[in-house]
């Protein structure tokens, strides 16, 4: 059983695309996030919904816009692609917002062309 | 600034040897710790927690050690195996946020 799944793993794209991630958690989870990690393994966080509400929104452009359409449910959805945004994104989630360890999904791989 | 970080980006031991990997943090006020382990291909993966109201936690071959003094935190792995090779992540919860530090890759030798 799955316990937070991603979609698609790989998405190779150009340049001026819009694209979107899909994630989705079993758990019954509260909380969900997003994280890019680049090509050193640094892991940053972009946002997190706790019950459908954003609480985190790091600087990140607004090109990117996640949704939640419900609890188990965060989407990524990312306008204008550009070169710098190659990356591994990860979704996870977590049982409540504060002081509880993620379980992350598998990652999307993003190449821009 | 604050930060989160490793004193060594790889470390390779032997087969069945301990091994140590190494965290520093910058913020006093944070109160939870935790370590993942990412094999490649895959998303990072619980390992072990600890709260700021204690110094050791141990679980199956793996204790983390928290130095609140100097910020330090450190993860052991007992009779390491080639299963344990991977990209191994500290992490410092503060709030709503949790701050991954830069990764430390273990390579195990057999």
């Known amino acids: 059983d799955t316990a937070v799944s991603q979609t698609p793993k790989y998405l190779v794209t150009q340049m001026g695309n819009d694209k979107s991630i899909k994630c989705e958690q079993n758990?019954?989870?509260?909380?969900m996030y997003w994280y890019k990690q680049d090509s050193k393994k640094f892991l940053k966080i972009m946002f997190s919904?706790?019950?459908?509400?954003?609480?985190i929104n790091e600087t990140v452009p607004n090109r990117f816009s996640p949704k939640s359409p419900d609890k188990a449910h965060l989407n990524l959805h990312i306008n204008s692609l550009e070169l710098g945004d190659s990356a591994v994104y990860f979704c996870?989630?977590?049982?409540?917002?504060?002081?509880?360890?993620?379980?992350f999904g598998d990652g999307t791989r993003l190449s821009i062309l | 600034g604050e930060s989160v970080g490793l004193h060594l980006p790889t470390l390779s031991v032997q087969e069945g040897d301990n091994s140590i990997i190494n965290c520093a943090y910058s913020?006093?006020?944070?109160?939870?710790f935790i370590w993942y382990k990412q094999e490649s291909g895959k998303g990072p993966q619980f390992i072990i927690d600890?709260?700021?109201?204690?110094d050791k936690r141990q679980g199956q071959r793996v204790t983390v050690l928290l130095n609140k003094t100097v910020k330090h935190l450190s993860l052991q792995i007992a009779a390491t195996q080639p299963g344990d090779s991977a990209v191994y992540f500290c992490?410092?919860?503060?709030?709503?946020?949790?701050?991954f530090g830069a990764g430390t890759r273990l390579f195990v030798k057999a």
């Open positions: 919904y706790n019950n459908k509400e954003l609480i």
């Open positions: 600890i709260r700021s109201n204690m």
């Open positions: 992490a410092e919860i503060r709030g709503f946020k949790t701050i």
């Open positions: 996870a989630s977590s049982q409540d917002s504060v002081g509880q360890p993620q379980h």
């Open positions: 913020n006093s006020a944070s109160d939870y």
């Open positions: 758990l019954g989870h509260d909380t």
